[in-house]
Protein backbone atom coordinates (compact mmCIF):
# COMPACT_ATOMS: atom_id res chain seq x y z
CA UNK A 1 0.00 0.00 0.00
CA UNK A 2 1.21 3.84 -0.64
CA UNK A 3 1.32 5.84 2.67
CA UNK A 4 3.20 8.71 3.14
CA UNK A 5 5.58 8.33 6.01
CA UNK A 6 7.61 11.56 6.92
CA UNK A 7 10.29 12.25 9.02
CA UNK A 8 13.14 14.69 9.89
CA UNK A 9 11.30 17.16 12.06
CA UNK A 10 13.02 18.68 15.29
CA UNK A 11 13.86 21.80 16.80
CA UNK A 12 16.00 24.03 15.14
CA UNK A 13 17.87 27.79 15.94
CA UNK A 14 16.38 30.39 13.46
CA UNK A 15 18.65 30.11 10.40
CA UNK A 16 19.47 26.75 10.83
CA UNK A 17 18.30 24.02 8.46
CA UNK A 18 16.65 21.10 8.23
CA UNK A 19 16.06 17.88 5.82
CA UNK A 20 12.75 16.29 5.64
CA UNK A 21 11.74 13.11 4.57
CA UNK A 22 8.94 11.60 2.71
CA UNK A 23 8.59 7.94 2.43
CA UNK A 24 6.43 5.26 0.63
CA UNK A 25 5.18 1.93 2.42
CA UNK A 26 4.60 0.98 -0.61
CA UNK A 27 5.87 0.91 -4.27
CA UNK A 28 4.73 3.03 -6.80
CA UNK A 29 5.75 6.57 -5.54
CA UNK A 30 7.66 7.33 -8.68
CA UNK A 31 4.32 7.81 -10.51
CA UNK A 32 2.72 10.36 -8.10
CA UNK A 33 3.44 14.28 -7.85
CA UNK A 34 4.12 14.69 -3.94
CA UNK A 35 2.68 17.57 -1.91
CA UNK A 36 4.17 18.94 0.74
CA UNK A 37 1.47 21.06 3.16
CA UNK A 38 2.28 22.42 6.90
CA UNK A 39 -0.43 23.59 9.68
CA UNK A 40 -0.05 25.68 12.18
CA UNK A 41 -2.58 24.80 15.46
CA UNK A 42 -5.69 27.06 14.93
CA UNK A 43 -4.75 27.56 11.23
CA UNK A 44 -5.11 25.93 7.87
CA UNK A 45 -3.40 23.38 6.44
CA UNK A 46 -1.64 24.91 3.78
CA UNK A 47 0.08 24.00 0.48
CA UNK A 48 3.87 24.37 0.84
CA UNK A 49 5.51 23.05 -2.78
CA UNK A 50 4.71 20.11 -4.75
CA UNK A 51 7.12 18.19 -6.55
CA UNK A 52 5.73 16.46 -10.41
CA UNK A 53 7.04 12.95 -11.62
CA UNK A 54 9.43 14.33 -13.77
CA UNK A 55 11.15 16.41 -10.75
CA UNK A 56 9.55 20.15 -11.60
CA UNK A 57 9.09 21.89 -8.53
CA UNK A 58 5.81 24.43 -7.84
CA UNK A 59 5.82 26.46 -4.90
CA UNK A 60 2.14 27.11 -3.51
CA UNK A 61 3.70 29.65 -1.04
CA UNK A 62 6.17 32.64 -1.71
CA UNK A 63 7.64 32.98 1.35
CA UNK A 64 9.79 29.33 1.02
CA UNK A 65 11.10 30.43 -2.27
CA UNK A 66 14.84 30.60 -2.22
CA UNK A 67 15.04 28.20 1.22
CA UNK A 68 12.74 25.16 0.58
CA UNK A 69 14.33 22.62 -1.66
CA UNK A 70 12.47 19.60 -3.10
CA UNK A 71 14.01 16.92 -4.71
CA UNK A 72 12.94 12.79 -4.77
CA UNK A 73 14.64 9.54 -5.32
CA UNK A 74 12.59 7.48 -7.00
CA UNK A 75 15.04 4.08 -6.23
CA UNK A 76 14.15 4.88 -2.70
CA UNK A 77 10.85 5.33 -2.52
CA UNK A 78 11.70 8.60 -0.94
CA UNK A 79 10.72 12.45 -1.65
CA UNK A 80 13.09 15.33 0.37
CA UNK A 81 12.60 18.88 1.49
CA UNK A 82 15.55 20.46 2.55
CA UNK A 83 14.71 23.71 4.65
CA UNK A 84 17.54 26.45 4.73
CA UNK A 85 16.96 29.68 6.74
CA UNK A 86 14.70 28.55 9.01
CA UNK A 87 12.71 31.46 10.69
CA UNK A 88 10.05 31.10 13.77
CA UNK A 89 7.40 31.36 11.01
CA UNK A 90 8.24 28.33 9.58
CA UNK A 91 7.16 26.32 12.89
CA UNK A 92 4.61 23.96 11.55
CA UNK A 93 3.91 20.37 11.20
CA UNK A 94 4.65 19.30 7.87
CA UNK A 95 2.81 16.79 6.11
CA UNK A 96 3.41 14.80 3.00
CA UNK A 97 0.24 13.67 0.04
CA UNK A 98 0.35 11.74 -2.77
CA UNK A 99 -1.97 9.43 -4.42
CA UNK A 100 -4.83 11.14 -2.27
CA UNK A 101 -3.06 9.94 1.43
CA UNK A 102 -1.71 12.03 3.88
CA UNK A 103 1.30 10.88 6.67
CA UNK A 104 1.32 11.60 10.15
CA UNK A 105 3.15 14.44 10.07
CA UNK A 106 6.37 15.98 11.38
CA UNK A 107 6.88 18.63 13.94
CA UNK A 108 8.94 21.33 12.76
CA UNK A 109 9.96 23.95 15.65
CA UNK A 110 12.25 27.05 15.17
CA UNK A 111 12.93 28.90 18.14
CA UNK A 112 15.91 30.07 19.99
Known amino acids: QLRPVESGGGLVQPGGSLRLSCASSGFGMELYAINWFRQVPGKEREGVLCISTGSDTTYYSDSVKGRFTISRVNANNTVYLQINSLKPEDTAVYYC?????WGQGTQVTVSS
Open 97 to 101: KFAGY
